[in-house]
């Protein structure tokens, strides 16, 4: 097992195994997808307060915990590329980062679309949305420090520490919510006791969350596989292709 | 059907957010898998000039 | 260079070494004082100098212009040093990286950040803001601005080696200065209204103790990731 993963980190291995799951990955995010979009725009019934609007959660919940998500696993590739110098850890965390800000773009604009009908405003300056607008400027930072470099392994040393210094980001996002009071609804799913959401919304957003994570995955072996090459062409595995 | 894609009413916040979702997903899908296939070629036309 | 010296000594050369040349290029870093106060002016200019609007904005124009003036100062933190070698010369020292950068900063707060102190009054009192909110004012520059150097280091280091460093190292560090803007601010704000300031103070001081431990480290790393 343990020789499994060391095997995985090598770039040529990580490549050919990334390549092989890539359509298996496809075929399950689609999957779920449907299942998820089924479950939202059809079965699910409409909000007795908020009608048929509300069922842009099942897009803007989803992206918001990926935009959370992608940026903690940057952060612990950061450590791992600070401590270890591991190449595919430098791989995975710059190839996160467009999907990251394209999650945190995402969640924005969907819930700028939600605010208006529900709250009556695009856009307003509480901590939950200005600590999720600091965190697209941070994912951008990453992305633009990282092509101002030109020798990459350095590149991702740079980026790394500039991953883990934001991580305190996140916690802010997470409980910005509790701790001001906020024009964001508090927390639904992510309590520790009973959601506070009816299953038959809770179901398909967690299809939807489900989906995205591996559309995650999905896209960042694309991603990294195109970086492989870039980073590695000049080296005896990529020769054999 | 009428009353799906109308969304009670809401149909401009709710499509054009499934619309940027789709978007975003196939982006994000799309530019790396022509990125690869750019690469690709490239690297063959290198090692077809190294052949030489 | 003595390699004998003890810690504590190469600290106090660094500092002093940082302060002599800051005194010798008196212009130079008198220019972000000046800018901090050009851009405070420009607001009545623009907004037509109302003195309640004034007033109501005065802790935000305030400490966005200590925002900007500390950004524009984060350069001659390590710029002269990475261009004429001597970077290298501490990377390579005996003594911990960490506590050198920190007897840099702190010399880069004593020259930068501690004159916004002494201008902030009088420029609180020509915009219009109540007496009892300049203490705390002050008490948020005060502790604010070294978070703003510590934090400011971390950036610089990142981009000292690369050739458009200035423009990228602004995109770098705002988002993460924007923390202690609002809490600033915003103790700022309710303390010309008479509100409660405890709690934004107390956040700014935790701000100040996670970067006075964190930041030396983070900017040590960057540096030796940058003279690579």
């Known amino acids: 097992m343990f020789l499994w993963f060391h095997k995985l980190g090598s770039p040529p291995h990580f490549y050919r195994i990334a390549g092989k799951w890539i359509p298996w990955l496809s075929s399950i995010f689609l999957v779920l997808l449907l299942a998820g979009l089924y479950g939202g725009l059809i079965e699910a019934p409409p909000d007795y307060q908020q009608g048929d609007s509300y069922r842009i959660i099942f897009v803007h919940v989803p992206a918001a915990w990926m935009s959370l998500f992608i940026y903690v696993a940057m952060a612990f590739c950061g450590a791992v590329i600070i401590i270890w110098r591991m190449k595919l850890a430098e791989v995975v965390l710059i190839s996160s980062a467009p999907i990251g800000?394209?999650?945190?773009f995402l969640a924005l604009a969907t819930g700028s679309l939600w605010g208006k009908p529900m709250w009556g405003t695009y856009w307003v300056w509480d901590a939950r949305l200005t600590s999720e607008l600091i965190l697209l400027f941070l994912y951008l930072g990453v992305i633009g420090l990282h092509n101002a470099i030109d020798d990459k392994r350095v590149a991702s040393r740079a980026v790394a520490i500039l991953t883990l210094v934001g991580v305190v980001n996140i916690p802010i996002i997470h409980y910005s919510v509790e701790w001001w009071h906020s024009l964001h609804q508090g927390a639904t799913v992510t309590k520790f006791d009973k959601p506070s959401i009816h299953w038959s919304m809770l179901i398909p957003l967690l299809l939807m969350a489900l989906a995205f994570q591996v559309y995650y995955v999905l896209a960042l072996f694309q991603k990294c596989r195109v970086e492989l090459l870039q980073r590695e062409r000049n080296s005896k595995w990529v020769e054999e292709l | 059907m009428m009353e799906f894609l109308q969304m009670g009413g809401y149909a401009v916040f709710v499509w054009p957010s499934y619309a940027l979702a789709a978007l975003v997903l196939w982006l994000n899908w799309y530019l790396p898998r022509k990125q690869h296939e750019k690469e690709l070629r490239q690297l063959r036309r290198r090692y077809k000039a190294e052949q030489k | 260079m003595s390699q004998r010296l003890s810690l504590a000594q190469a600290f106090v050369f660094l500092l002093r070494r940082d302060l002599l040349l800051a005194m010798r290029n008196r212009a130079e870093y008198a220019m972000p004082l000046l800018f901090f106060v050009l851009v405070i002016t420009l607001f009545p200019l623009a907004l037509g100098a109302l003195p309640e609007l004034l007033a109501?904005?005065?802790?935000?124009?305030?400490?966005?212009?200590?925002?900007?003036?500390?950004?524009?100062?984060?350069?001659?933190?390590?710029?002269?040093?990475?261009?004429?070698?001597?970077?290298?010369?501490?990377?390579?020292?005996?003594?911990?990286?960490?506590?050198?950068?920190?007897?840099?900063?702190?010399?880069?707060?004593?020259?930068?950040?501690?004159?916004?102190?002494?201008?902030?009054?009088?420029?609180a009192e020509m915009l219009g803001m109540p007496a009892t909110a300049q203490p705390i004012l002050l008490l948020t520059i005060l502790i604010g601005t070294p978070i703003l150097s510590l934090i400011g280091a971390i950036g610089v280091a990142l981009t000292v080696g690369l050739r458009k460093g200035g423009i990228i190292l602004s995109l770098l560090v705002l988002p993460l200065y924007v923390p202690v803007l609002i809490f600033a601010a915003s103790a700022t704000e309710n303390a010309a209204m008479g509100f409660e300031v405890s709690a934004q103070i107390y956040m700014l001081l935790a701000f100040l103790f996670l970067s006075l431990s964190l930041s030396p480290w983070a900017t040590a790393a960057a540096l030796r990731m940058s003279a690579s």
């Not at chain 3, 500390?70 to 990286?97: C, K, N, T, W, Y």
Request: no cysteine.
């Open chain 1, 101 to 104: 800000a394209s999650f945190t």
């Open chain 3, 56 to 123: 109501r904005i005065a802790p935000g124009i305030i400490w966005v212009a200590a925002l900007l003036a500390a950004m524009l100062s984060l350069d001659s933190i390590f710029r002269s040093d990475f261009d004429d070698g001597s970077l290298e010369q501490i990377l390579l020292s005996a003594h911990p990286v960490a506590v050198l950068v920190l007897a840099k900063v702190s010399a880069h707060w004593l020259v930068t950040g501690l004159p916004l102190l002494l201008v902030a009054p009088l420029l």
